[in-house]
């Protein structure tokens, strides 16, 4: 199946974003093409008999390309009905403003106001202005994943990047952030009790 992607990626990228494999599609041609696809899928085309270190070699050397591009794909997004999309919505407006106040609390960090959005490609941001977003679409996770991503855009108030001293800040505060942010690699919860 997928070949192991993680090894490929060195430091910084030991963060929750990035890709973990690819999908290998041989077939007749003469060189190797990688491709990020939406639904942050990572498809690699390869001659029919080229062996496989040689595609990983490839692959490893186009690890900075192919993460920046996976970072920026959409995930495969869930269509909610309107009284589904009702019900995300109310519960982010109750539940978001009072984590994120006690969460930048206990970092002593200060945001200028929070809005809740229909983002279909990002559970959440934090502009320079210092402003929080979220989608309604993050309350369809379990709470563990909710509590990561608030923590992640608090966290941008002091570092507005993805760097080795943002995951740290992030570490310090919620030591198990990486099993948590996988949980928004994965489709939510089906939302059958709304
Ligand atoms: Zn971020």
Redesign the pocket.
Request: aromatic residues 0%; contains cysteine; hydrophobic residues 0%.
């Given at each position: 199946m997928a070949p192991a992607l993680k090894d490929a990626f060195p430091l910084p990228f030991t963060g929750d974003d990035r890709p973990t494999g690819y999908r290998l599609v041989r077939s007749d041609r003469k060189t190797l093409a990688i491709q990020v696809r939406a639904g942050q899928e990572v498809l690699v085309r390869a001659p029919k008999r080229l062996p496989q270190e040689e595609i990983d070699a490839f692959v490893r050397s186009k690890a900075g390309w192919i993460l920046q591009h996976w970072q920026r794909a959409p995930r495969q997004p869930v269509d909610y009905s309107p009284q589904q999309e009702a019900r995300l919505r109310q519960l982010a407006k109750a539940q978001l403003p009072p984590l994120a106040e006690r969460i930048a609390g206990d970092l002593g960090l200060r945001y200028t106001r929070i809005t809740i959005t229909g983002a279909r490609t990002r559970f959440g941001s934090?502009s320079a202005k210092g402003a929080l977003s979220f989608s309604f679409r993050l309350m369809a996770y379990p709470m563990d994943a909710i509590e990561y991503v608030v923590l992640?855009?608090v966290a941008?108030l002091k570092h507005l990047n993805?760097s080795p001293a943002f995951y740290q800040l992030i570490a310090r505060h919620m030591p198990d952030y990486q099993r948590r942010a996988l949980l928004l690699k994965q489709a939510p919860p089906p939302l059958t009790d709304l």
């Open positions: 934090c992640h855009e941008h993805h």
